[in-house]
């Protein structure tokens, strides 16, 4: 199991207009800035950054689906009749092996293993957590998330097959995780918590008369925005520490747009700069919600460099980018690269409410200074 993590500080000095939402993520401005902390929320359970937490036993995977629910308007072609459909039953086998896999895995910390459980930037992810862990001499919380529901999309012809599980235990947290097929079997591609006391609103997802969900694409119309319009402008808004209006506030958008701000403003005092830098990888997925809206997945890779630009002060990073850099202090620069995972809800179209960020996963990949 994967647990969410709060934040830390993330580097200590020693001694906003939105943008259109089809804009491209524009390159970073340095701006100077200093000590921080560290967003690494982790999904699903285990972390990089963490909160430890008792290992729970094993749930039952046998849980009903979620209710059938009236077929919601989409722009998108349904699939053919005839088309070969994952079942309920199915799906929380799948995601039950994944859990059971993952469980042990973290306790062995076995980075070979994840290689048959999780694909592309999870698998970079979790196994970067393992190395963090290792370095750092702790254990990694391991167990299974209790009562999971699942979501299915219908199958598209030429697309991969994939599906969402839902987890909640009140006080610990909302655990999203997305299951898509692959050549080597049905693999974890992306994942995202809310280990908030009290996890933001979510929305219900659309399922036609046979309990199936709608996928869209990530140019699908009838919404506020696109799904690819909205990751890109998450991204930016974040890249250059600047709040975006088109998303309510939050710990993944207001709040680590002032964390950044601050960064900047504490570097800048010790003569240091800060460059941020936020790219989308991955596919972005999405799935219609009964409103209209829909829920979008999307991942990222994000460096956050730090140079002086005088001698004089030294940073020290904190965290899990301080593990890997054997808790150094650097007196020239000093970088850090995060694989970031997002869910994020966007209004039907016509609507004035804004788009929310319902969940992060983080974890540090790598971390170098001098």
């Not at 999971?148 to 655990?175: L, T």
């Not at 596919?283 to 002086?308: C, F, H, N």
């Not at 970088?335 to 039907?348: E, F, L, N, Q, W």
């Amino acid at each position: 199991m994967r647990i969410p993590a709060g934040p830390s500080l993330a580097a200590n000095p020693i001694k906003p207009p939105a943008t259109d939402w089809g804009k491209p993520i524009p390159s970073s401005t340095p701006t100077p800035s200093a000590s921080k902390p560290e967003k690494s929320s982790t999904p699903k359970p285990s972390p990089s950054p963490k909160t430890s937490r008792t290992e729970k036993p094993e749930a039952k995977v046998a849980v009903p689906p979620p209710p059938v629910e009236a077929p919601a308007q989409s722009s998108e072609a349904p699939a053919r009749s005839g088309s070969p459909q994952l079942t309920a039953k199915e799906a929380y086998g799948i995601h039950g092996r994944y859990q059971r896999g993952l469980s042990t895995a973290q306790a062995r910390k076995d980075q070979e293993a994840m290689g048959k459980l999780e694909h592309g930037l999870a698998l970079e992810m979790t196994r970067a957590g393992f190395k963090t862990a290792k370095m750092e001499g702790t254990s990694l919380a391991s167990g299974i998330w209790p009562n999971p529901k699942v979501w299915i999309p219908r199958h598209v012809e030429g697309s991969a097959d994939w599906f969402v599980a839902i987890s909640y235990e009140p006080g610990v947290a909302r655990v999203i995780d997305v299951m898509s097929s692959a050549p080597g079997g049905w693999r974890l591609v992306a994942s995202a918590a809310d280990a908030r006391a009290t996890p933001g609103r979510f929305p219900k997802i659309a399922t036609d008369s046979e309990g199936y969900a709608t996928s869209l694409s990530e140019n699908a119309s009838g919404l506020a925005a696109t799904p690819q319009q909205v990751a890109r402008a998450h991204l930016a808004s974040l890249e250059r520490a600047e709040a975006d209006p088109r998303f309510a506030d939050g710990p993944w958008t207001s709040e680590a747009v002032l964390f950044w701000q601050q960064e900047r403003a504490q570097l800048e005092e010790a003569n240091w700069r800060l460059t941020l830098d936020y790219r989308l990888e991955g596919p972005i997925r999405a799935m219609r919600t009964s409103d209209g809206g829909a829920l979008v997945w999307y991942g990222a890779r994000s460096t956050e460099v730090r140079k002086a630009q005088q001698e004089g002060a030294q940073v020290t990073l904190k965290g899990s980018a301080a593990v890997r850099t054997a808790n150094k202090s650097f007196a020239h620069s000093v970088s850090a690269t995060y694989g970031r995972m997002y869910v994020t809800y966007i209004p039907p179209a016509g609507s004035t409410d804004p788009a929310r960020v319902l969940g992060e996963w983080s974890d540090v990949l790598e971390s170098h200074g001098d």
